[in-house]
């Protein structure tokens, strides 16, 4: 978190913030190298966490694909295709809901 939304969120101006830490009323803030590592967990933790973010999208995406597919058979009148696609749906389904699978 920067400075300015630190100061955001308490309602309070940086100066004050500055202040505070100059004279030891609250931590110091790490600063550059010696905060690299833990910068690099938080980087790691939210590239996963986009990752993921994204890998749930492709899911979806998939599932509506799949949806486009059914709907666009049935409107064809061709009920064995749509079946089909409806048999490719079901793990999809399953595994966008999985703790309703446990």
Not at 21 to 27: D, F, Q, Y
Not at 95 to 102: E, Q, T, V
Request: charged share 35%; hydrophobic share 40%; proline share 3%.
């Amino acid at each position: 978190m920067t400075i300015a939304e630190a100061a955001a969120r308490c309602g309070l101006p940086e100066s004050t913030l500055r202040y505070w830490e100059r004279i030891g009323l609250v931590n110091r803030v790490r600063r550059g190298d010696e905060a690299a590592g833990e910068q690099r967990e938080l980087f790691e933790t939210h590239a996963r966490r986009v990752a993921d973010e994204v890998a749930a999208l492709e899911l979806r995406r998939h599932y509506l694909d799949l949806k486009v597919r059914y709907w666009s058979a049935r409107e064809a009148g061709d009920l064995d295709k749509a079946a089909a696609v409806a048999e490719e749906l079901g793990p999809i389904i399953r595994r966008m809901n999985p703790k309703d699978n446990a």
